[in-house]
């Protein structure tokens, strides 16, 4: 179904799926939810199995009116509401302290709930199907890269979900923004498609997560779900940053050595640079003129590799403002934080 073609016999059948304590994969504008009923223990119990995902990595709950954000909050600080005018509906959570209706099984444990009110109506109308308050990780198997499109949350899921609903590949394509409320300074836990610079308008300052900015630091992140190794594919990524000419030369050297090797290399590049590449699997992400292309598909790009079989993977890095802080927080990840200075290699090496 699209969001301007909504089934509403699908919608109804997937709100007794939840009010029964099933699960249901779900299109939002960022990436496909994996549902249960928030306020029902046994439904989040079922995400966890589903997903294979620690369970002391909280779940979002997602909402479909401002309202009901009251009954499952402590309290609303005036932060929320200033930004709730601002970018809610959208791809934004906010972390607040939780009220005793959510159980602990949703929040891992946490005494706070981070709450997400989605712009996506497909899931607006299961969600208000579902009961209100549906906890929605995303719908992929723990470790793997988020779900853009339906069938990778069938390639994820098959079997563990009562009911996937098809709304098509998503705008955003990269998780929302994390923003901590419960703190003396609002504080991002994971950059999305609102940005720093959007909220900062909004807020004036706000801190980010020591953990986004030094990754290789070694401090714990104060969402619990960065922590963990994620969006990595089988083969062996890692980040090639510096001037272009060097970059391009850097990854086409490696490659080739790889591929003497007899291993199946696979390159992430953009429209700018596509032709300059030799490799088994050399894919664009989108345009450096409009970045926002690279975050819808990354991901997608990412599960592509693991299908090609590709073994050794470079990609050009991302570093820069906006939404590129998230996509280089996802591509970090997914390389195990691995960045190669291809300036610095070839002053050594002088193969340039
Ligand atoms: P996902 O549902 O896959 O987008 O992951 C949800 C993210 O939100 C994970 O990184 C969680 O650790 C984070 N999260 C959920 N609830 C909380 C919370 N109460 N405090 C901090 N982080 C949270
Ligand atoms: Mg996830």
């Given amino acids: 179904m699209t969001e ?36 029902n223990p046994e439904s989040s119990k079922k995400i966890y199995a589903a997903k294979g995902r620690p369970s002391d990595n909280p779940l979002i709950v997602h909402v479909c009116r401002w309202e009901d954000v009251a009954p499952i909050v402590e309290e609303i600080p005036k932060e929320a509401e200033k930004l709730a005018a601002a970018f809610w509906p959208g791809p934004m959570t ?26 996506n109506k497909i899931a607006a109308a299961m969600i208000r199907a579902g009961g209100g308050y549906i906890a929605a990780p995303s719908a992929n198997k723990s470790g793997r890269p988020s779900p853009t499109e339906a069938l990778y949350c069938k390639e994820d899921l098959d ?11 998503v705008g955003i394509g990269l998780e929302s923004t994390i923003i901590d409320l419960t703190e003396e300074k609002p504080t991002i836990l994971r950059p999305g498609y609102i940005t720093k610079e959007m909220l900062e308008k909004v807020l004036g300052e706000v801190d980010v997560d020591r953990t986004i900015i030094a990754p290789n630091s070694g401090i714990r992140p104060k969402a619990p779900g960065m922590k963990y190794r994620h969006y990595a594919p089988q ?42 590449y030799q490799a088994d699997y050399v894919y664009s992400a989108g345009t450096r003129s409009d970045e926002e292309t690279v ?4 991901f997608k790009i990412l599960r592509e590799f693991d299908d090609d079989g590709a073994q050794v993977l470079f990609s050009e890095s991302f570093a820069g403002g906006g939404i590129c802080m998230a996509i280089m927080n996802r591509l970090m990840k997914a390389a195990g934080q691995k960045v190669i200075n291809a300036d610095r290699e070839s002053a050594e090496g002088g193969s340039t």
């Fill in 4 to 39: 301007d073609a909504i089934d509403e016999a699908a919608i109804a059948r997937a709100g007794r799926i939840l009010k029964d304590g099933g699960l249901v994969a779900f299109p939002t504008e960022t990436v496909y939810g994996l549902g249960g009923d928030a306020l």
């Fill in 94 to 119: 906010m972390i607040f302290n939780k009220s005793s209706l959510v159980p602990y099984e949703t929040t891992g444990g946490l005494d706070t709930v981070a709450v997400r009110f989605p712009s």
């Fill in 159 to 169: 079997g563990k979900v009562e009911m996937i609903i098809d709304g098509g590949q």
């Fill in 235 to 276: 083969g062996d990524l890692a980040i090639v940053e510096g001037s272009p000419e060097h970059v391009v030369s850097y990854i086409n050297e490696a490659c080739g050595k790889a591929k003497a090797e007899g291993k199946v290399t696979g390159i992430i590049c953009t429209d700018e640079t596509r032709d300059r």
């Fill in 295 to 298: 975050a819808r598909q990354l």
